[in-house]
């Protein structure tokens, strides 16, 4: 899937720049010079994501940012502030006015990729960017894993529950927010049936030593923490 980014920047030298890598990178993008222009676009072609400068020539950043979050419509739109502003108070008037993320200039193009993706995920959208830790690597535009380049065989709901792991690496989740996750809070299953996937998926990923990574927390749930086996 083709994600969607805008991007609403009065600069046209950074405007184009971002552009540049967002396309490299996969993404569908739209540019905007000022939050007019910004508003008709958001309105003909919904992005996924959008990327709001602080200074715009009609109108600010924030101003923007605050009103789609008022907005029933674009209240879950994803919005990450690029801007110079690096002050701490700008900062917060930012996050606290609705946006996602900040990022300050200047910034590199892997910095701002791996922020749009991390955004992406949070709001529920999906990602085709690869998901790397430890031995693993899971491609979700292939919907394959591998393990130091070489492909395990893993099945579909294992599949789904390794990558719900890797994208929450270090926490610590129930059975019952497991299931939530991985299987929908509309599906009415056993809290046990995740004791069984998790050792299909220990075993699938057995050969590559990355089995530990699935940790048990007594009491608790389930762990994943690549690289560690206490």
Do not use: C
Request: aromatic fraction near 8%; glycine fraction near 6%; hydrophobic fraction near 40%.
């Amino acid at each position: 899937m083709t994600h969607k980014v805008l991007i609403v920047e009065d600069e046209a030298p950074v405007r184009q720049m971002v552009a540049f890598n967002l396309n490299r990178a996969g993404f569908s993008v739209f540019e905007a010079g000022d939050v007019a222009s910004a508003r008709s676009v958001i309105a003909d072609n919904r992005p996924d994501l959008v990327l709001i400068d602080w200074m715009l020539p009609d109108s600010s950043g924030l101003e923007l940012t605050r009103s789609l979050k008022r907005d029933e419509a674009y209240k879950d739109l994803p919005i990450i502030m690029l801007t110079a502003r690096a002050e701490e108070q700008s900062k917060i008037l930012g996050l606290d006015g609705g946006a996602d993320d900040y990022v300050t200039k200047p910034f590199s193009a892997r910095e701002l990729l791996a922020r749009i993706n991390a955004v992406l995920r949070r709001a529920g959208v999906e990602t085709s960017e690869p998901l790397s830790l430890g031995v693993l690597q899971l491609r979700p535009d292939e919907h394959r894993v591998f393990a130091d380049e070489r492909e395990l065989v893993i099945g579909p709901t294992e599949y789904k529950l390794l990558k719900f792991f890797m994208q929450n690496n270090e926490r610590v989740f129930s059975r019952e927010q497991i299931l939530d996750a991985v299987w929908g809070r509309n599906v009415y299953i056993e809290e046990r049936t995740v004791d069984v996937h998790v050792q299909r998926l220990r075993k699938a990923l057995s050969k590559s030593g990355a089995n530990s990574y699935v940790q048990t927390v007594r009491g608790a749930g389930y762990r994943f923490s690549a690289g560690r086996t206490n």
